[in-house]
């Protein structure tokens, strides 16, 4: 991840984009890219979606998508110096705190 | 990355939240977390902006936020059965040869 | 309509906010409260999620969303010029052209 | 905008489209517009922003987005009854008790 962070950073300084790659226009393209995300979804039910992969242009689509928000996650990430798999471990141990899992399994969780 | 996805999905499975974390589900919750990622940007200046690591407090929400977004696009991810990296790769890749470099640097790109 | 969209500037104009309620800022603003509105959802099955208004809280939730999207979707219009039912109007008769309506009702529509 | 708001549900129906438009499904398609309209705004800087009505095509696709945010947000609204302006005027009168004008204008209020 650490490779892929740094081509992206190489990508835009080769284009003069870093001027454009700030924190908060960062932001604002994680947000559109994950709505394109979704957008693949809208109007299917959870069945057609659960076999979004079956067809190989949606899957290809899905991937292509994947990568975009992953892109400006990681060029948001450099942009205010966040490590995002370490923010990932902090916050999945605080969750662990938060929402105990229950002792036996089978007892339906209700989703938060 | 490997490790903290299972750990993601060990979680979810401890508090019977698979049923939950469908792609169609999934790719929403990315969509919303991508959106309170966002919210910390949407009145700063972008001097604001770039400045926003400097208060601790919202440096914390910040890497929580982050954390968000990487846990659902990961879970997302596995829901689908995608190599996020991989995607990436690949979509970096496609877009060297899309958006070509220019011979000299200080051309002032524009952004597509 | 009206009467709403000059009370939102006048309550910006008193507190001083117009300085904040910028074209970027409120496109952001809006984006972001759209996903307040989805969260709502995220987790419900479809069946769950057509009986949202059955319980008060959730549907005062609904209703409040509902006050914000529209609250930044109208200040942002004053913000650029633009009435939001003229281009609702347009777009609609765009559309009719753009997909003609079958000639007979029954056969399912497979949506765009 | 009553009338819109008939006529787009007219519009769905005679496509066959009213199975796709579930609350759910609507609150995503909502937000999936949202973040379009967003993604004119997200290499802009503020000034660029404000000057965004200049250019013609850019100014089409601004109504455009307008619109489409505007569709989707009052057939969310038809979707569970939900009146978007009667919501909207409740939520003005909670915020002037939340956010009381000050006194005097000219106190450079601070966006919450």
Chains 1, 2, 3, 4 share one sequence.
Not at 6 to 30: G, I
Request: aromatic share 8%; hydrophobic share 45%.
């Amino acid at each position: 991840m650490d490779a892929l962070q740094e081509r992206l950073t190489e990508f835009a300084a080769a284009r003069d984009w870093q001027q454009y790659h700030v924190p908060k226009n960062l932001a604002a393209a994680l947000s559109v890219e994950a709505g394109e995300l979704l957008e693949i979804f809208q109007w299917l039910t959870p069945e057609q979606a659960a076999a979004v992969m079956d067809d190989a242009e949606t899957a290809h689509r899905v991937r292509d998508e994947v990568a975009d928000v992953m892109a400006y996650l990681l060029q948001f990430c450099t942009s205010v110096g966040v490590d995002p798999l370490a923010a990932l471990a902090a916050k999945i141990e605080r969750n662990e705190l938060r929402f105990p899992a229950p002792k036996r399994r089978g007892e339906r969780g209700e989703r938060e």
